[in-house]
C-alpha cells in the first residue's frame, strides 16, 4: 500500500543483486513510496544482470561501483545528483562479503590480505560513501542513511568469521560519522541490525539452515523477514524518524532482548 511517504525524495540504493537481496525489497518499496534513486552495485555482481530487472521495474537507472573504490564511488554519487536532478535525502548500504567466510577460513586462522578486503567492502565503504557525499555536500540536511547489520557485532556467533569484526566497524562508523555529518548538516546515519535472512550473502554463512531455525525460536515474534526490513529501511528514510541517528537498530523480532524462549528449553 502506497501513502506516498517517501514522495519528491532522492536516493541510492547499495547491493540489489537478485529477489532475494534486501536491497531489492527496499527499491521496490521505495519506489511505492514514491521516492526517485540510483541503483548501484559491484561491476562484477551486475555481470548476472539480474539488476536490470528492477531498474526496469522501479523506472530507475543503474552505476556501477565498487564500494571500495573511492573513484567509483565519487562518479557515483556525482552522477546520481546529475540524473536525479538534485541532491540526496537517502542512501541504503546493503553491502557485506568476507573471502575467509567465504572459503571457509577459520577466525583463528585467517588470511589477513582476504581479512582487509572483508572490512573495505563491509564496513570501511561506508565511511568512503559518507566522506565523499559530505565532501560533495550531496546530501540535504535531514536526510538518512541506512547500513544493514548483524548482532554478530556484539556477540560471539561463531561461523560468522570475521564478518562480525567488520560489522562492529561498520557500526562504529555509525556513531563517529553520525555526529560530525549531524553536527554540520543534520545528515543522520544508523544500523538496522537484521534476522538471519535467506539471501546469497546470509546463506554463505556456515550452518545456515540450523542457524536460521534456532533463531526463529529464540524470537518471540519470529525472524523478521526481509520485506519487513525494507519497510524499517523505508520509515528510517522518512520524515517520521527524523530525531533518530547514530542507533543501531535491531529488527530482530525481539531476539536481541532474549534469553531463552519455552521452544528452546522444549528441545534441550
Ligand atoms: P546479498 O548477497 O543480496 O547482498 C550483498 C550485496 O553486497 C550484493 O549485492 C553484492 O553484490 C554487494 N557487494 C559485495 N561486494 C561489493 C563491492 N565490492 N562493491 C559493491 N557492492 C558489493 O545479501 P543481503 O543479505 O541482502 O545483504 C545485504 C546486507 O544485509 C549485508 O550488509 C548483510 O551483511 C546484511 N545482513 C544480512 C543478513 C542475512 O542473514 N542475510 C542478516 C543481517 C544483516
Known amino acids: 500500500m502506497s ?10 540504493i547499495f547491493g540489489a543483486l537478485n529477489e532475494m537481496s534486501i536491497a531489492w525489497k527496499v527499491a521496490q518499496k521505495a519506489h511505492e513510496q514514491g521516492a526517485q534513486f540510483v541503483l ?13 530487472k528492477l531498474a526496469e521495474e522501479t523506472n530507475s537507472e543503474i552505476i556501477p561501483a565498487d564500494a571500495t573504490s573511492v573513484e567509483d564511488l565519487e562518479n557515483l554519487i556525482t552522477k546520481a545528483q546529475e540524473i536525479l536532478g538534485g541532491k540526496l535525502d537517502f542512501i541504503l548500504h546493503s553491502i557485506g562479503m568476507s573471502p575467509n567466510v567465504r572459503k571457509k577460513k577459520h577466525y583463528t586462522d585467517i588470511n589477513y590480505e582476504w581479512y582487509k578486503t572483508t572490512l573495505d567492502v563491509s564496513a570501511t565503504s561506508l565511511h568512503k560513501t559518507l566522506a565523499i557525499a559530505k565532501k560533495q555536500d550531496a546530501i540535504n540536511d535531514w536526510g538518512s542513511v541506512v547500513a544493514l547489520t548483524y548482532i554478530a557485532a556484539q556477540r560471539i556467533f561463531p561461523d560468522y568469521g570475521d564478518m562480525a569484526d567488520a560489522k562492529s566497524l ?32 546470509g546463506s554463505g554463512v556456515g550452518g545456515f539452515d540450523k542457524f536460521i531455525s534456532y533463531a526463529e525460536k529464540m524470537s518471540p515474534l519470529g525472524n523478521a523477514s526481509a520485506e519487513a526490513c525494507a519497510d524499517y529501511c523505508i520509515a528510517m528514510f522518512s520524515d517520521l524518524t527524523k530525531y533518530v541517528t547514530m542507533q543501531n537498530l535491531y529488527h530482530d523480532g525481539g531476539f536481541s532482548a532474549t534469553g531463552v524462549t519455552n521452544d528452546i528449553m522444549d528441545m534441550m
Not at 517517501?6 to 536516493?11: I, P, S
Not at 548501484?40 to 536490470?52: D, K
Not at 562508523?173 to 554540520?184: N, Q
Open 3 to 12: 501513502t506516498d511517504i517517501l514522495k519528491g525524495k532522492k536516493g541510492i
Open 170 to 201: 561498520l557500526e562504529s562508523i555509525t556513531r563517529s560519522f553520525g555526529y560530525h555529518y549531524g553536527v554540520d548538516k543534520k545528515v543522520r546515519i544508523n544500523t538496522i541490525s537484521q534476522s538471519p535472512t535467506v539471501t546469497t550473502a
Open 40 to 52: 548501484t552495485n559491484a561491476p562484477i555482481a551486475m555481470r548476472m544482470g539480474e539488476i536490470n
